[in-house]
């Protein structure tokens, strides 16, 4: 059974960053694609980064582009998001998941994944 943990979130201010950080064990890390996700009160969890095997393709989702970076090091078996100029609707708790790909959009990437880690809450203050 695999586990991800998720770390790196915290209280920030409007415009600030933060990087985020996902481990994973127990996967065949190298071998999924793997992605971000994140869901603020109230509303469904959503797809926002997403990375190839060797990070040749990357993939954000709108809200975030730009702004966002996303990637990864295999030998770690650890998923990084690097986020700048964060705005009071990137608060949500930030969770990563794999998937086997390929990336055909965010309504399905990481549906099949159930096993989703606890998560770390980003706070985003003005």
């Known amino acids: 059974q695999g586990q991800l943990v998720e770390s790196g979130g915290g209280l920030v201010q409007a415009g600030g960053s933060l990087t985020l950080s996902c481990t994973a064990s127990?996967?065949?890390?190298?071998?999924?694609?793997w992605g971000w996700f994140r869901q603020a009160p109230g509303k469904e969890r959503t797809g926002i980064a997403c990375?190839?095997?060797?990070?040749?393709?990357?993939y954000y989702s709108d809200s975030v582009k730009g702004r966002f970076t996303i990637s990864r090091d295999n030998a770690k078996n650890t998923l990084y998001l690097q986020m700048n100029d964060l705005k009071p609707e990137d608060t949500a708790k930030y969770f990563c998941?794999?998937?086997?790909?390929?990336?055909?959009?965010?309504?399905?990437?990481?549906?099949?994944?159930?096993?989703w880690g606890p998560g770390t809450q980003v706070t985003v203050s003005l």
């Open positions: 998941a794999p998937d086997t790909g390929p990336f055909t959009g965010w309504s399905t990437f990481g549906t099949a994944f159930s096993d």
């Open positions: 127990g996967f065949d890390f190298e071998n999924y694609m």
């Open positions: 990375v190839s095997w060797i990070g040749g393709s990357i």
